[in-house]
């Protein structure tokens, strides 16, 4: 008889993270991959600050604006989509959408963004490509979960890193605690409560989910899927990460 699988860990939430910045590629990941875990955070008092490494200026609808209007109304979007879920400190790096790579520039502008809000918690994309979920595995995520995962350690806890941050005032700071999202969890967050201001929030995505009538019934799909597959109850919501002690 095949064992049962022990169920993920269910987060409590605690007074240990007081910030949190959460590190992604575009416009819309954030709401897709941990919205209700962001509103989760901000409804128990937590700071959060989010990263864009681009401004989602190849973003996959079918409008013949240029690149320079398709990144001004994704940002517009995201910052809408903020609000929803309780935050107002939005950074895009302004990387080209499709073309992230892991540069040592990247890197350097991850760490200033870590040095900046002093996060006891960051949340990324997972860095390792998932061979049974394609679409979960686009190259901007990994790059942006790559790179994140280099600026924690050793960057940005690093005085020597690209010594110029120092003399722009950023002292280094050393994370205590990454999630990232992964098909291999250890941890996961109820988000029972929260998943009406995640659907809420990727509703403002417009551009990206307009006219997906199926939008509530598939998010509410996804994040029953991930409950179930992780031990908790009928009728619950969750997100599932991977949890890495870093300080």
């Known amino acids: ?3 049962k699988k022990s169920a993920t860990p269910v987060y409590k939430f605690d007074d240990s993270i007081k910030k949190a910045l ?5 416009p819309d990941d954030i709401d897709f991959g941990v919205g209700g875990t962001v509103a989760y955070l901000t409804k128990h008092g937590v700071e959060v600050a989010y990263c ?3 401004s989602g200026d190849a973003g996959g609808d079918a409008s013949t604006h240029t690149k320079a209007e398709r990144a001004a ?3 517009a979007e995201q910052t809408a989509a903020a609000k929803v879920v309780g935050v107002t400190d939005l950074t895009f790096l302004g990387y080209s959408d499709g073309e992230v790579e892991v540069t040592l520039q990247l890197r350097k502008d991850i760490s200033r963004a870590i040095r900046v809000h002093q996060p006891d918690l960051v949340i990324t994309q997972n860095p ?3 061979w049974d979920r394609m679409f979960a595995s686009h190259p901007d995520h990994m790059a942006a979960g790559e790179a994140t995962v280099r600026a924690i350690y050793p960057d940005a806890r690093n005085p020597h890193f690209k010594p110029e941050l120092l003399d722009e005032g950023h002292q280094p700071h050393a994370v205590k605690q990454l999630w990232f999202s992964s098909p291999t969890p250890t941890m996961v967050i109820d988000i029972t409560k929260t998943i009406d201001k995640k659907i809420e ?3 403002c ?3 990206q989910v307009g006219g997906n009538e199926n939008l509530d019934t598939m998010i509410r799909e996804w994040a029953a899927t991930t409950a179930k597959a992780n031990g908790m109850k009928k009728k619950r919501f969750a997100e599932a990460f991977r ?3 870093t300080g």
């Open 73 to 75: 109304y994704r940002e």
């Open 128 to 130: 390792e490509r998932n």
């Open 201 to 203: 929030a990727l509703k």
């Open 52 to 54: 864009l490494v681009t």
């Open 205 to 207: 995505h417009e551009s």
């Open 22 to 26: 959460v590190i992604v590629a575009h």
């Open 243 to 245: 949890v890495v002690t």
């Open 1 to 3: 008889m095949a064992k």
